[in-house]
C-alpha cells in the first residue's frame, strides 16, 4: 500500500466519521443547560424571593 492509498482512506475513514448522525449531547451541552437552568432559578429567588419569604411568615399553625 503506498502512500495516496493511505491518505485515501484516511480520508475516508474522516469522512465516514463526519457524515454519522450524533447520538447524543455532548458535556458541552449539558453544562450550558445546567447553567442556564441555574441562571433561571437565581432570578426567580432574586424577584420573588421577599413575596414568598413574606407568604410563609404569614402562614399562621397553631399546633
Do not use: W
Amino acid at each position: 500500500m503506498n502512500i495516496s492509498e493511505k491518505f485515501f482512506n484516511a480520508y475516508l475513514a474522516l469522512l465516514g466519521r463526519m457524515q454519522r448522525p450524533e447520538k447524543g449531547a455532548s458535556m458541552t451541552e449539558y453544562a450550558i443547560l445546567v447553567a442556564v437552568m441555574a441562571g433561571v432559578a437565581f432570578a426567580v429567588v432574586t424577584l420573588l424571593g421577599s413575596k414568598i419569604s413574606s407568604f410563609i411568615n404569614g402562614i399562621n399553625i397553631h399546633t
